[in-house]
């Protein structure tokens, strides 16, 4: 038996949103385009946050990226892809 000793540490969960409109095509559409990180608690507040401001700046067509993104808290993967479904 021995004993460990463990330092808790507490982590600052950040931001996984980040957004632009990308591209403004001639026929009208508008490319939101929409990167996210990670899945935290933070992921659906921000990514509706940043919807609303695409639909402001015009944003009629989305581009999800989520390259290089190792995951994270399933129950937010859930409640975003939600935000894209119609209810059944």
Do not use: C, H, W
């Amino acid at each position: 038996v021995r004993d460990v000793t463990m330092k808790r540490q507490f982590v600052e969960v950040k931001n996984p949103i980040s957004y632009k409109v990308s591209e403004r095509r001639g026929d009208g559409t508008v490319v939101g385009y929409v990167r996210i990180s990670e899945f935290n608690s933070l992921v659906k507040p921000k990514l509706e946050d940043a919807l609303k401001s695409l639909n402001k700046d015009g944003a009629n067509a989305y581009v999800l990226d989520l390259r290089s993104n190792p995951g994270g808290a399933f129950q937010s993967a859930v409640e975003i892809a939600g935000l894209f479904m119609d209810d059944k």
